[in-house]
């Protein structure tokens, strides 16, 4: 006879939460605060895949002619991020950088606001996002919120030095902030999909770790 208890607890899904934040927030290094703990699984972004798909950097292609490649890279974005949510893990908690939600909500709408995505192409991506949302049930539990200013994650983006970034403007940071600020913060545009504390992530690597450990319960005393 199986152990339908035990069965239980393993099927069980984790608590999960997304990590969202301007380019440069700092997500990377919000995950590796929690690699650490034995309970949490940290799935870092995949953004090694859209610089080389079947040897292709989409990536560096949609900054470089948006026009041609946005819907191309938003495409692929729109795959590795229902991958990540898809994911199963034995652990309890489940720390993603990024969603399929900000994908949509904050990349997707700006080019199609911006008329660099065509309407049908954003149809196309739409209705994808919403068969994925109702269908396949992306769930999440918690939102953490990175939020920064986007001077600051300017002089970051120049500093860290992606190859790709370098067509990064200041105002192209202000706008990206906005749409994370009407969402997340306002919550003026689109549905939140859980709960979300908002982080100072304005502040320095040295100092950074204090308002980590200020949110931690939120994260590590919220299994599901
Ligand atoms: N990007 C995009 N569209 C998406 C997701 C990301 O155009 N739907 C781009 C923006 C960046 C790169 O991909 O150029 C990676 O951005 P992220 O903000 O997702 O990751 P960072 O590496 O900037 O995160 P952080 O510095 O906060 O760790």
Partial sequence: MPNTKALK??????????????????????LNHFKKYDNVCVLAEPVHMWRNC???NLLGLMYEDTSRWGFTFQSYVQLTMLQQHMFKTPHPIKLMERSIFSARYC?????????ILPAPSASVINEWFKWITTKACPSVDLIVY??????????????RNREEEKLVSLQYLREIHEMHENWLYHKTMFTCPAPVIVLNADLDKSVIKEEYEKYEPHILNKIA
């Fill in 9 to 30: 607890k393993t099927d069980k899904r984790p608590f999960t939460v997304i990590i969202e934040g301007n380019i440069g927030s700092g997500k990377t290094t919000f």
């Fill in 54 to 56: 079947a040897g292709h």
């Fill in 146 to 159: 990175l939020r920064t200013s986007p001077e600051v994650v300017y002089q970051r983006m120049l500093k």
């Fill in 107 to 115: 990349f997707v709408e700006k080019m199609f606001c911006d008329g």
